[in-house]
């Protein structure tokens, strides 16, 4: 009986240490932020009417995609641990959940950990992410502020590589006449640079304006859109806007400023 108990604990600690070993590789951040408590999906809608959500991406992203109902308090504005405080003072007793775009992003970790630095309570990441709340509860979600999401309007993975050109394609297209270059990066990204200097023009993606602007003048004059942003990473949000505007012939550049200065650096080194 010893023995075949031994046995049972065995395999037991066995199972519990394989199925932690297969969170870690799909939540990768959780192995980063071991401290910050998080909820997981189903969980997260069974509670949904009693926690308050938080959105803590950019007001860009927000307003592309979200859960209905949350609010959005951006993780990287300096306010954030204050407009968070004020969010606790005023409902001193739910808990408040955070998420962002998916299980490779460490904003919503990031996010708790920060309320923890600022000792403020009962806080606790949603980590599985906007996509897959979304496909799993369409009605529970809205894009570009209308709700239930038809989830047709997903874009998926393939149509947005169908967008993309690597550095050397999508630098060989900036010299024509029938493009227009935009640089999507905000000022803090920027850092006073230009890739194509004289040739490119500046609208941040929270710069609504500027990108209606451009977005109208390259229908109205059949040009191609060439875009890009810091890693490659936000301007896939803007395919919701781009064919919500009508406008087809688009293409971002593959891994954004942070791949065409490694590629340049790559260059020199030769």
């Known amino acids: 009986m010893k023995l075949h108990s031994v046995g049972v604990v065995a395999v037991t600690l066995l199972m519990a240490t394989q199925l932690w070993a297969a969170g870690e590789d799909e939540f ?5 932020f071991p401290a910050v408590p998080y909820i997981g999906l189903e969980e997260l809608y069974n509670k949904r009417n009693d926690v308050i959500i938080v959105d803590v991406r950019t007001a860009y992203e927000y307003e ?4 209905k109902g949350a609010i959005n308090i951006s993780v990287h504005n300096a306010s ?3 407009e968070m405080q004020k969010l606790r003072d005023a409902n001193p007793s739910k808990l408040i959940v955070t998420y962002c775009n998916g299980k490779t992003c460490n904003k919503s970790y990031e996010a ?7 000792n403020i309570p009962n806080v606790v990441a ?3 992410g906007i996509y897959d709340w979304a496909k799993k509860y369409p009605l529970e979600s809205e894009l570009l502020g209308k709700g239930p999401l038809d ?3 997903l874009i998926t993975n393939e149509a947005f590589k169908k967008h993309n050109l690597d550095i050397k394609k999508f630098s060989s297209m900036v010299g024509n006449d029938d493009v227009i270059v935009l640089d999507v990066r905000d000022r803090f990204q920027r850092d006073a640079s230009s890739l194509f200097p004289g040739v490119d023009r500046r609208a941040a993606l929270d710069d609504k304006p ?3 602007r451009y977005f109208q003048r390259a229908k109205r004059e059949n040009k191609t859109l060439l875009i890009y942003d810091a890693a490659g990473k936000q301007a896939e949000w803007l395919i919701y806007y781009l064919e919500d505007k009508g406008i087809s012939n688009y293409y971002f550049m593959s891994g954004g400023a942070t791949a065409y200065y490694k590629e340049l650096r790559k ?4």
Do not use: M, W
């Not at 990768?28 to 980063?32: A, I, L, T």
């Not at 592309?64 to 859960?67: A, C, G, Q, S």
């Not at 708790?112 to 600022?118: E, G, M």
């Not at 260059?267 to 030769?270: L, R, V």
């Open 151 to 153: 989830l047709s309007k």
């Open 267 to 270: 260059e020199f080194a030769q």
């Open 112 to 118: 708790v950990q920060a309320c923890r630095n600022h």
């Open 126 to 128: 949603y980590d599985a």
């Open 28 to 32: 990768p951040g959780r192995k980063f």
């Open 64 to 67: 592309t995609l979200r859960i």
């Open 80 to 82: 954030f641990p204050d």
């Open 210 to 212: 500027s990108l209606e």
